[in-house]
């Protein structure tokens, strides 16, 4: 298997099978190439290293990573560029087992939006919170004339303290900016990487080097930007991983080929495919919430639950991102990933371990379940132009970028089953919206009635809003709560309805890390639990491709809906069909 692959993708297969005894069986030709017994060996050194190693990643779960802070007891035996034979005198142990390593993270793209928002502010918090190992180097690469010192200006605007920790935060930004460096080149040239090969190796001397790639590019250069890294800029003697942002393709075929190409370059190990919703704080509670307390788990199935909502919504147009937007629309860019992958976690049986594949392995499980997606269990919705108290929203079509007769869903409301024994006739209900009147996301679950119910007559007539709800508020102002039905105090006998909340800022006094902190801990750290797995991305786009294939080939025109609105009716007549109640309307929401 491993003769077919890259260096590069093979120097990871050797990683992999260096960090992780139980591989062996899997990729079983290279071991035999090197001496077994000293492989054996070293995993042992490696595993005691392990347990002096401070786990830092977001997984309270032992790492494939090799610890980054510890000397190097784990470096893998690697192919150079050349493909020279793996073994030892690539990589004496004596040698190996005393150098420091050091990681180059090269933000690809780095003059773009999403690499000022999130990526250098995100490194920077890491950096702030002693998270990124002792030696290491940012590279900013895009094709943008820029200096190491003009890349520095651009970021500090974008990077902050938090607030409850902004002690010497200044000096901290000064000694991070330093550690920063710009280079200019284009995607597709092998030349330019080794360029960059050449000023990470500079920084680099001496150590074993470790490089993460992160990819903030448009989708249509992942493919040359991976060949050239691959070939001309990637860790001779460390490991090499590669953050791909979304959209991962946009159908089955287009997400196929996206894979294959990645693949002629990088082993399935070494590729990182962000879904930021996974790092969200509440997203991450929910196995928690699920799997560490009794009263949950039990109840988490037909029997006792209704429906279970996936909402999303944002308060803002497409502003400025109308080009990339209308050529993918809101069901490839949020349901197809971010609530798809929620539904997944929530539904999921319970994992062997909290290990990346046994967690992985149920969620494919989940979306291979699901049931083909009909037209009819689909709506969706355009937001158009709407002026409110002497302002005026812009229509999505009035985006130069837009086309005016655009076809393109800014809104789709979605009713999704799962045929499994869990969740057989269950209305998983999503919901996802641009241009609407409140920006929140949240996973709601409705219980069934009470059977049998005893208090029944003092509920009033509707009974549907005197069922239990749990609600996962993951943004903003994060929150669990649970409604439940209570006596009013007093002499007589009347019912109310009241939440149990735990409302994260009234619990806890720390700010919570942005979802891109969390993941680029675990990329650094070769934790691959919050990323997504080629096989998931199969079954995503298997569920939707025939779908959005059925609405273009069809031209199905989405229902327009006034900008700051709660969206298209059809989504009411959708939830209604299946005795569903939208849960972000009721009053007290
Ligand atoms: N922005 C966001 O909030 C989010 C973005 N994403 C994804 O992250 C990635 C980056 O997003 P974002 O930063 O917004 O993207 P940008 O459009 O800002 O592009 C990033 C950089 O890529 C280069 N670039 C842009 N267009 C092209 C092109 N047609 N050909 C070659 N290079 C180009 C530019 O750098 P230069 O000209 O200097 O080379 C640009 O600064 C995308 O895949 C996006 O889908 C995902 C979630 C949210
Ligand atoms: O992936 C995306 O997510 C953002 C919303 O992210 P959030 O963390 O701010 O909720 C969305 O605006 C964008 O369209 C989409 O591509």
Redesign the pocket.
């Known amino acids: 298997m491993a003769t077919n692959l890259s260096p590069f993708a093979t120097s990871v297969i050797a990683t992999s099978l260096w960090n992780t005894p139980h591989q062996f069986s899997r990729f079983s030709t290279l071991p035999e190439k090197a001496n077994f017994s000293l492989w054996v060996s070293r995993i042992r050194s490696i595993n005691g290293a392990r347990k002096r190693f401070q786990l830092k990643s977001s997984n309270g779960h032992p790492l494939d990573a090799v610890p980054l802070q510890e000397g190097l007891a784990g470096i893998p035996p690697a192919k150079n560029h050349f493909g020279s034979q793996l073994g030892e005198e690539n990589f004496p142990i004596s040698q190996s087992e005393h150098v420091e390593s050091t990681l180059s993270i090269t933000v690809v793209?780095?003059?773009?939006?999403?690499?000022?928002?999130?990526i250098f502010p995100a490194l920077f918090a890491l950096y702030y919170e002693d998270c990124l190992p002792k030696n290491f180097v940012v590279f900013g690469y895009?094709?943008?004339k820029m200096t190491s010192e003009e890349l520095r200006n651009m970021i500090s605007k974008t990077l902050t303290c938090r607030i409850d920790k902004s002690a010497n935060c200044k000096d901290k930004m000064d000694q991070f900016l330093k550690r920063c460096f710009y280079h200019s080149g284009q995607?597709d040239s092998e030349e330019h990487f080794s360029e960059l090969d050449c000023k990470l190796k500079e920084k680099e001397v001496g150590k074993l080097s470790n490089r993460l790639f992160y990819?903030?590019?448009?989708?249509?250069?992942f493919v040359d930007v991976v060949r050239c890294a691959s070939l001309r800029a990637s860790s001779a003697n460390g490991w090499t991983r590669v953050i791909v942002?979304?959209?991962f393709g946009r159908d089955s075929e287009s997400s196929g080929e996206l894979t294959r190409c990645l693949k002629q370059y990088l082993a399935e190990e070494q590729i990182f495919r962000i879904d930021?919703y996974l790092g969200k704080e509440l997203v991450e509670n929910l196995s928690v919430l699920r799997f560490s307390n009794l009263v949950f788990e039990p109840l988490w199935c037909r029997n006792y639950i209704r429906n279970v909502q996936l909402i999303f919504s944002e308060d803002f147009g497409t502003e400025g991102?109308g080009g990339?937007f209308n050529n993918y629309g809101i069901i490839r860019d949020i349901m197809q990933n971010h609530l798809l992958q929620i539904l997944a976690l929530f539904a999921m049986e319970t994992p062997v371990s909290l290990d990346a594949e046994d967690i992985r392995n149920e969620k494919v499980k989940v979306l291979r379940s699901m049931r083909p997606l009909q037209l009819e269990d689909v709506v969706v919705g355009q937001y158009k132009g709407h002026s409110k108290g002497g302002k005026s929203y812009p229509a999505y079509i009035d985006d130069p970028t837009v086309p005016q007769d655009s076809l393109t869903p800014t809104f789709a409301a979605a009713a999704l089953f799962i045929n499994n024994a869990r969740w057989d006739g269950v209305p998983f209900l999503m919901k996802a919206g641009k241009a609407l009147h409140t920006k929140r996301a949240e996973i709601r679950v409705q219980f069934r009635h009470v059977p049998g119910n005893l208090y029944k007559r003092n509920f009033g007539t509707d009974l549907d809003k005197a069922t239990n709800e749990l609600v996962l508020r993951v943004q903003p102002d994060e929150a669990i709560y649970l409604k439940i039905n209570n006596k009013v105090p007093g002499l007589g006998m009347r019912l109310d309805r009241s939440d149990l909340n735990l409302l994260y800022r009234a619990r806890y006094t720390r700010e919570i890390p942005d979802a891109y902190e969390r993941l680029l801990l675990d990329a650094i750290e070769g934790e691959r639990r919050l990323f997504i797995r080629s096989d998931e991305l199969v079954a995503a786009w298997d569920l939707f491709t025939p779908l959005l294939n059925e609405l273009e080939e069809r031209k199905i025109a989405p229902e327009l809906y006034p900008y700051g609105s709660r969206g298209p009716v059809g989504a009411h007549y959708l939830a209604a069909k299946h005795n569903v109640r939208w849960g972000d309307l009721s009053s007290e929401d």
């Not at 793209?109 to 999130?118: M, N, Q, T, Y």
């Open positions: 793209g780095a003059s773009g939006d999403l690499a000022k928002k999130k895009a094709r943008s995607y990819l903030s590019i448009p989708p249509n250069i942002e979304k959209p930021h991102r990339y």
